[in-house]
């Protein structure tokens, strides 16, 4: 499928709506993303691809008119543009369709065919249940893959017939599963079952709770940096950082929120973010959005340090540090230009870790991350 062909799921931009009369001044990302307006944009040299969704009734019946994308870009083309090497397009919003599984087929469609050109792609998003699409977009290419979700919920309760609620169900055990590898970054623990907790860690997927991770938010970096797919609910943000979370009051501040995401711009694996949960009648002076179009401006921040790093492949790049334990011998090498550690697992191959990593591992000790990494395999 083509670009040309996914247009008839897409409706264009409009433009003079985003802007003020005056339009945006040349130091504005509004002056320096192609968008779909008459026409398609060529996204050939594109590091990052937006578009938009604004379905919203898997949060249930009553949620089925939302302006969450075009009040988010409106943000996002108001900020300054500093990366003048990073190229971006907006192609539009995705259509909604009779019923919500068309809606989910029409953006795995368009997300596919972006995924398989090559493209980073940004989906600002309606509910949360739209991760089942993004995800379906790795499916229908039979691409195997590490997927982590930023959530207060782990959105795998049953009892709910909401697609919100339940998404990861269907994501997780779903047959035939092109999920390798599964991190839920975020969860607030009165939220959850604790026998939720025991069943994903019996599948080998990890979870990091809100409050071990503002700890040292650095050591999600590399979870992040191995995955190929990012989906954020805005429901991880505090209410006072992001007043349309009517979750929780608890989660991450707003800086928090925009480091993940810069982690996300850095990755050289991930190749979609969404953002979803955002409904903009429950904003507050557009606090939610502007943080949204921070939050963007941070994965656009992350790509451009990110484009030019180097593959663990690219010796002469990196410092290496052989470790000999008593029980196994690894390497550890470091980038010599952005500081990013990587080790070396089981089956010779590299995975992303930290320098605590490696400071375990120099004390004698395994690093958890390298003992996951071979629980997985077995």
């Known amino acids: 499928m083509s670009l040309d062909n996914i247009s008839c799921f897409l409706d264009p931009v409009n433009l003079a709506m ?18 779909y307006e008459a026409y398609m944009p060529d996204i050939t040299e594109s590091d990052l691809v937006i578009v938009g969704c604004s379905e919203t009734r898997g949060n249930g019946p009553g949620y089925n008119q939302d302006t969450t994308p075009d009040d988010v870009r409106k943000e996002i083309y108001r900020l300054f543009y500093w990366h003048n090497t990073i190229n971006i397009a907006d192609i539009g919003n995705v259509k909604k369709g009779a019923n919500i599984e068309d809606t989910y087929a029409a953006l795995k469609s368009v997300v596919s065919e972006l995924v398989e050109q090559g493209k980073k792609v940004l989906i600002i998003g309606g509910s949360h249940d739209l991760t089942l699409a993004q995800y379906g977009a790795y499916a229908s290419l039979q691409k195997i893959i590490e997927a982590t979700c930023v959530d207060a919920k782990i959105d795998l309760n049953m009892d709910t017939g909401l697609p919100s609620d339940n998404f990861l169900m269907d994501m997780l055990t779903g047959e035939p599963n092109y999920i390798k590898h599964y991190n839920h970054i975020g969860f607030q623990s009165y939220f959850v079952h604790p026998h939720m907790l025991e069943t994903i860690d019996k599948l080998r997927f990890d979870c990091y709770r809100v409050g071990k991770v503002k700890e040292s938010i650095e050591e999600m970096e590399p979870a992040i940096r191995n995955s190929h797919m990012l989906s954020f609910d805005i429901s991880a943000i505090q209410n006072a950082h992001a007043p349309a979370n009517r979750i929780s009051p608890n989660g991450f501040t707003g800086e928090e929120a925009c480091t993940l995401m810069k982690y996300a711009g850095m990755s050289p694996n991930i190749s979609s973010v969404g953002v979803y949960g955002f409904l903009s009648s429950q904003d507050v002076h557009s606090l939610t959005a502007k943080q949204i179009s921070h939050m963007v401006w941070y994965l656009i921040d992350g790509i451009f340090k990110g484009k030019n790093e180097a ?29 990013r550690w990587w080790m070396q697992t089981y089956d010779g191959k590299y995975t992303a870790c930290t320098y605590a990593d490696y400071l375990i591992a120099s004390k004698n000790e395994i690093p958890e991350r390298w003992l996951r990494a071979l629980e997985r395999s077995i």
């Not at 003020?20 to 968008?35: M, N, R």
């Open 18 to 35: 985003l802007s003020d009369d005056e339009g945006f001044f040349d130091t504005q990302l509004g002056k320096h993303i192609s968008v």
């Open 311 to 339: 593959m663990p492949t690219e010796s002469e790049s990196f410092n290496v540090y052989s470790v000999i334990g008593d029980e196994y011998e690894t390497k550890f090498l470091q980038n010599k230009q952005t500081g």
